[in-house]
């Protein structure tokens, strides 16, 4: 199940994710950036 977005309700303070089978597939190549290292 792919998971679009989060949706944000404002008013409730609710974070929720949106399933969309079509939302595209973030491949993350490497240490995604991160120059501090792995967290210990």
Do not use: F
Not at 8 to 26: F, L, R
Not at 30 to 37: A, K, L
């Amino acid at each position: 199940e792919r998971v679009s977005n989060i949706a944000y309700d404002v008013v409730n303070g609710k974070c929720t994710p949106v399933y969309d089978p079509s939302a595209p597939v973030y491949i993350t190549i490497g240490d995604g950036g991160n120059i501090e290292g792995l967290a210990n």
